[in-house]
């Protein structure tokens, strides 16, 4: 299948809007017709190569559409259900089994390396690969134990500790009802004018730049 990218040809230059050959969803995975995306600070730290990830590539972790095709193992969704895109788990480490999605012992890895679990690529342009990934990273901090007071504990968080599946529909609830209102940050462009939207959130000309897609 064909589709529209903006691909990251190499480090710190522009997105190219690209024809891109997309592979069939395996039976674990889903087709989504992509509506809208967000542009995150992380996607251009990616881009000027602040994380160790690949070129050519497809980058992003946010995402808002409708899903046009589920694979055969695919439960709970169907063709024509609104989805948003979030972070991927394995499903099968400690964490995963606690429901501590976002701790993930491969989280890192299914973010950040381009490519499917199994290692193959979904998307070619020009016969080459090109690998999809998200730039998002957990940061590793260390501590001397004999600098914290007795009694004290340090404790972090990824991906603000939520269930996506939970949280987002309770945010979209709170938006709804007039006590979110999240579009006040918000600055709609076309995507088209990726290049403008990025620079635009590096000036801070813009707080969150979301791309609207060609219908």
Known sequence: MRVTAAVMEEK?????????????PQAEEVLIKIVATGICHTDLHARDGYFPMPYPGVYGHE?????????????????G???VISFPWCGECEHCHEGRRAYCRRGSELKSRGTRADGSTTL?????C???GSARRGTEVSFEMSTL??????????????????????????????????????TFYDFAEINRAAAD??????????LRMPQ
């Not at 230059?13 to 592979?23: K, R």
């Not at 808002?64 to 709970?76: D, F, P």
Request: charged letters at 20%; hydrophobic letters at 45%; a negative charge.
């Open 12 to 24: 710190c230059g522009a997105f190219n809007i690209d024809t891109v050959e997309l592979d069939t």
């Open 63 to 79: 995402g808002a559409g409708v899903i046009a095709a589920v694979g055969s193992e695919v439960e709970h969704l169907a063709p």
């Open 81 to 83: 259900d609104h989805v």
């Open 124 to 128: 070619l342009t020009r016969g080459t």
């Open 130 to 132: 090109v690998l999809v």
């Open 149 to 186: 007071q007795a009694g004290r504990t340090v404790r972090g968080a990824i991906q603000g500790d939520s269930r996506p599946d939970q949280f987002i529909p309770h945010l979209v609830d709170l938006f709804v009802d007039g006590r979110f209102p999240i579009d006040r940050l918000v």
């Open 201 to 210: 959130a590096v000036a801070g000309t813009t707080i969150k730049p979301v």
